[in-house]
C-alpha cells in the first residue's frame, strides 16, 4: 500500500515543499530511502523502525520503499524521521492518511518513540503558511519558535504515540496557543548599561552616535580603558527590534540551533566571536552551509575585541556583508545567501604592549613594531569603519566618582527619536537608518552649504580620505544632526563626523 504525507526541507533560510512517500509491497524484507537524502536520513530507517515497535505500533516485515520528492534536491538532517514513521504506519493502515491533509510534519525520532528538538521550525512553518497549509505537527520542545505565526495551527507532540492518538481522535491535542510579541519584547532586559560606566565621556558620545544611525565603529586605546563594557552597553540604547525583524533573526538562529525556549528572539543580537575563530566560523558553511557569526549577528551587534589579532583573511571577509547587508556561502552540493545587517564594533590596542599614545604608561614598542601591528588593517577595512574613537585609560577620580552617569534608558530615548525621525525620511523604501543610505539619498538629505563644504573640502585634502570616506562622513554627519533636530547639515555636524576619521590617519599615516 501507497502512502504519501507533507514535510518541509530548507535551503538557506527558505523551506521548499517535501512528499515523503512510502510503498510497501513484497520482496525481501528491508528499507531503501531514496530522494538524495544524506547520511542522518539514510539512518532514520533504524530510528523510525524502533520508535514505531516501541511505541506499541505494528512494523511489518515487508519491503518498504520510501521517497522524498523532489528527487533532485539534496535532503538534509533528521527533520524528516516523524515523516517518514507516520507515512508508514499509513501505509499499514493504523492510521488513516486522509487524517493528515493540509498538514506538516518534521521532527526527530528517538529510539523509545520519542520526538526531538530539530533545526529550522520557524523558517518550515511560515514557508508551509506561504504555500497555503494550515496545520503543523511539530516535537513539543519547538513550540516556542511558532507562538507569534498567526494564520497556521501547530500540534506540538512529545512522543510518536500522541501523535498518532491525535490522529486518530483518541486523544486530541490543542493547538498551541499563540503569544504578544509586544509583551515579550517589553520584557526584554539588558546586562550592561552605561550609567555603571565611569568616565569615557567622549567615547559614549560616539556610541550613541553609532546607535542613532546604525554606524560602524573602533575603540582604539590601552588596555582596561573599558571598551568591551562600552561595546557591551551598546544593545542597551539600541532600538527594540520590530517583529518582522525579529522573525528574521529567530529565523537564522534556528536555522543554526541555538535558540533557546523563549522561542522569539526580540533582544539584539551581540555577538563576540574569539580571535582564533576561522573564515567559515564567520562566514558559514560546512555541509549543510549554515549561518556563521556574521549572520547570526543580524540587526544586532558584531563586536571584534582586538581586531589585529584576527587573521587577515579572516577580516576581509568583512568587506562584503558590510556594503551588501547580507552573505553568500557557497558549497559544492549548494549555494546560500544569508542576511547579514550588523553592526560593527571593534577594539584594539594602539601597539602590541598597549601604551602608544596613552598618558598612564610608557611604549615599548619600536617603530617598526607598531607599523607592523598596524598593517594587519587593510585601508579598505578602515573605510568601512565610520567611526573610529580613542579610549584612554580612565582617571581614579572618575572611577572613585559617587556621581550617576546618565542610564542607557536615557541615551535610548534620544536615539528612538532619531530613528524615528530616519524612519520616516526613508518611508517606502529598504532603507531604515542613515547607515544605509545610497547615493541618491546623500545627494537628497544630505546637502551642504558653502560653509560645510569649505570645512569637508579642507579635511578631505588634508587628511587624504577615500571616496567611501566621504560618504561615511556625510551620513555620520547626517545622524549627528538628526540627533540635534537639524534639518540642515551644518559645518558644526561635519566637524564632529570628521574628528571621528581622525584616528586612522594618527595611526595609519
Known amino acids: ?55 506499541g505500533f505494528l512494523f511489518t516485515p515487508q519491503r518498504i520503499t520510501v521517497n522524498l520528492a523532489p528527487a533532485d534536491v539534496k ?32 521532527g526527530e525520532l528517538s529510539l523509545d518513540g520519542g520526538l526531538r528538538r530539530v533545526r529550522g521550525v520557524l523558517p518550515v512553518i511560515l514557508a508551509a503558511k506561504r504555500a497555503g497549509y494550515k496545520n503543523l505537527m511539530i516535537p513539543w520542545e519547538n513550540r516556542n519558535e511558532t507562538v507569534f505565526v498567526d494564520g497556521v495551527d501547530v500540534y506540538a507532540f512529545r512522543t510518536l504515540g500522541e501523535a498518532v492518538a491525535h490522529v486518530r481522535g483518541e486523544q486530541i491535542v490543542a493547538p498551541v496557543p499563540k503569544a ?40 582604539i586605546g590601552p588596555p582596561g580603558g573599558g571598551k568591551t563594557m562600552l561595546a557591551r552597553c551598546l544593545p542597551s540604547i539600541l532600538p527594540e527590534m520590530t517583529l518582522d525583524e525579529a522573525l528574521e533573526t529567530t529565523k537564522i538562529h534556528s536555522v543554526a540551533g541555538c535558540l533557546d525556549d523563549t522561542g522569539l528572539v526580540m533582544r539584539r543580537p551581540f555577538r563576540t566571536p574569539h580571535h582564533t575563530a576561522s573564515r567559515i566560523a564567520l562566514t558559514g558553511g560546512g555541509s549543510a552551509a549554515r549561518p556563521g557569526e556574521i549572520s547570526l549577528a543580524h540587526n ?14 579572516v577580516l576581509e571577509i568583512l568587506r562584503q556583508p558590510l556594503e551588501d547587508g547580507k552573505i553568500a556561502v557557497s558549497r559544492a552540493q549548494r549555494s546560500v545567501s544569508y542576511p547579514a545587517h550588523f553592526m560593527l564594533v571593534a577594539s584594539m590596542n594602539p601597539c602590541p604592549c598597549g601604551n602608544y ?8 614598542c619600536t617603530p617598526a613594531m607598531i607599523e607592523k601591528y598596524h598593517a594587519r588593517l587593510s585601508g579598505p577595512l578602515m573605510d568601512r569603519i565610520d567611526l573610529h574613537i ?35 525620511r526613508y518611508r517606502g523604501t529598504d532603507v531604515h537608518c542613515n547607515a544605509a543610505m545610497t547615493s541618491q539619498m546623500l545627494h ?32 555620520v554627519a547626517r545622524t549627528v544632526a538628526d540627533l540635534a533636530h537639524s534639518e540642515a547639515v551644518t559645518a558644526e555636524h561635519i566637524a564632529e563626523a570628521v574628528q571621528y576619521r581622525s584616528l586612522d590617519r594618527r595611526y595609519w599615516k
Open 444 to 475: 537628497t538629505y544630505c546637502a551642504l552649504d558653502t560653509e560645510a563644504q569649505a570645512m569637508l573640502k579642507s579635511a578631505f585634502d588634508g587628511l587624504g580620505l577615500s571616496a567611501r570616506a566621504y560618504t561615511r562622513i556625510l551620513k
Open 357 to 364: 599614545g596613552s598618558s598612564h604608561g610608557e611604549c615599548s
Open 1 to 55: 500500500m501507497l502512502a504519501k504525507v507533507k514535510s518541509f526541507g530548507l535551503a538557506g533560510l527558505n523551506g521548499y515543499e517535501v512528499d515523503v512517500e512510502a510503498d510497501m509491497h513484497a520482496g525481501l524484507p528491508g528499507m531503501e530511502t531514496v530522494g538524495l537524502p544524506d547520511a542522518s536520513i539514510k539512518e532514520s530507517k533504524e530510528r523510525v523502525r524502533s520508535a514505531i515497535k516501541n511505541s
Open 180 to 219: 504578544d510579541a509586544a509583551r515579550q519584547a517589553a520584557s526584554v532586559i539588558y546586562g550592561e548599561d552605561l550609567q555603571y560606566v565611569k568616565g569615557q565621556y567622549a567615547a559614549k558620545r560616539a556610541l550613541e552616535i553609532a546607535a542613532a544611525g546604525g554606524h560602524n565603529m573602533l575603540m
Open 300 to 313: 544586532g551587534v558584531l563586536f571584534m575585541d582586538e581586531l589585529p589579532e584576527y587573521p587577515r583573511s
Open 75 to 106: 535532503k538534509e538532517g533528521p527533520l524528516y524521521d516523524f515523516p517518514i514513521a507516520m507515512a508508514l504506519l499509513a501505509a499499514t493502515g493504523q492510521i488513516q492518511v486522509t487524517r493528515l491533509a493540509d498538514t506538516v510534519l518534521v
Open 390 to 424: 580613542e579610549v584612554d585609560n580612565v582617571t581614579y577620580d572618575d572611577l572613585a566618582s559617587t556621581t550617576t552617569a546618565e542610564s542607557s534608558a536615557a541615551v535610548k530615548a534620544r536615539v528612538d527619536e532619531a530613528r524615528r525621525l530616519q524612519t520616516e
